[in-house]
């Protein structure tokens, strides 16, 4: 499985954007980049996906580089309910695989 | 529409014991997997069923298995149990296709196993 690398923590201030960066180097052409995210005590949830172009929608947007080696997850205004565990996963579109969660980055927002 | 369901929530069991754990997934939802998170090695995939057929299976031992039944309801069994075994187990549904990885992952709480 292509890999991805995460800061471990990162710190927001409630009500600003976060920029949550994921670095995939080895990224094939098939692969799309998905985000999920674990609140305390719940299971992970999907964010958001790509492939090549920048996606929104009503929980974050995505920004993928122009390389694809890169990506980051753009929340607008960070709230207290997104502190989490957000995680960055590579996925093969060409074969059903499951979900590889590497550490993800913990972000903490701060009232 | 109701999400992932898992039962039970939580489970005490002691070593050697077997246990079986429970999920409901979303209702036209086909495929199930299962993970396990731990403190140490994170969350970590142990197979995925698909038409009640295992599709995928990640690297744990035998003592772990599981099924899927014509409703898509899915159960996972572990037998002889050790103290590495306690766990959150979460299990997931999704709509699928039979092929591609775009499909969007519905978690469900997780059943929380402590073995004694």
């Known amino acids: 499985d292509a890999k991805t690398t995460q800061p471990n923590s990162m710190e927001s201030n409630e009500e600003e954007p976060v920029h949550l960066p994921c670095n995939h180097s080895?990224?094939?052409?098939?692969?799309?980049i998905h985000w999920y995210r674990q609140l305390p005590s719940q299971g992970p949830e999907y964010v958001i996906h790509?492939?090549?172009s920048n996606v929104n929608n009503r929980m974050a947007s995505l920004a993928i580089a122009e390389d694809r080696k890169s990506s980051t997850l753009i929340l607008h205004r960070a709230t207290l309910r997104d502190a989490a565990v957000y995680y960055c996963?590579?996925?093969?579109?060409?074969?059903?695989?499951?979900?590889?969660f590497g550490k993800g980055t913990r972000l903490s927002v701060i009232a | 529409k109701a999400g992932v369901t898992q039962t039970p929530r939580y489970l005490i069991k002691t070593r050697g014991q077997q246990v079986t754990l429970s999920c409901s997934p979303i209702?036209?939802?086909?495929?199930v997997s299962w993970y396990q998170q731990t403190p140490g090695q994170g969350l970590q995939f142990l197979f995925e069923?698909?038409?009640?057929?295992?599709?995928n299976k990640g690297n744990f031992p035998g003592r772990f298995s599981g099924r899927q039944f014509s409703n898509s309801r899915s159960e996972m069994n572990v037998s002889t149990l050790e103290l590495g075994d306690s766990a959150l187990y979460l299990c997931?549904?999704?709509?699928?296709?039979?092929?591609?990885?775009?499909?969007?992952?519905?978690f469900g709480p997780g059943t929380r196993l402590t073995v004694l």
């Open positions: 790509g492939l090549t």
């Open positions: 997931a549904s999704s709509l699928v296709s039979s092929s591609g990885s775009t499909d969007t992952q519905y």
């Open positions: 996963i590579l996925r093969d579109s060409n074969y059903p695989t499951p979900l590889v």
């Open positions: 080895t990224i094939s052409g098939t692969d799309y």
């Open positions: 209702s036209g939802h086909r495929s």
């Open positions: 069923y698909f038409s009640e057929t295992q599709r």
